[in-house]
């Protein structure tokens, strides 16, 4: 199969970790492909995509509670243009990532039994609609 690129348009939600696996499958045909690579890039600056446990609420509260932690918003930053959260919100982005790639195997992304995509959104009161680029080959 040759290679294949889609955008999906995540629709706006708050600050937070959000399980997005049925969005993005939902919008991406990895039927064809038996054996192959998924790679998934979100193009902004201030949200991140990452993977993890996609059973229990608690770990996207507890997630989102030590990224906070990690990155606090009262620190001192020379770019606030945004509002407080702005710096913040990159500096979590670029932690977290912008991509990640996940086999492809009989024609589904071969996660484990608690895996899941999460788009990380990072800003307060800014929520807008998200762009994340997939894209896949393989046999």
Known sequence: MPW?????TLGARERGFHLVTDDVLRAVDLSQIETGLAHFFIQHTSAS???????SPD?????????????PEDA???HT???PDDMPAHIKASLLGSGLTVPIS???????TWQGLYLCEHRTGRERPRTLVVTAFGE
């Open 4 to 8: 294949t690129q889609e955008q999906i």
């Open 49 to 55: 995509i990452t993977l993890n446990e996609n059973a």
């Open 59 to 71: 770990v996207r509260a507890d997630l989102e509670r030590h990224v906070r932690r990690l990155v």
């Open 76 to 78: 001192h930053y020379e």
């Open 81 to 83: 243009v945004e509002g």
């Open 106 to 112: 009989g024609g589904r992304l071969a996660l484990g």
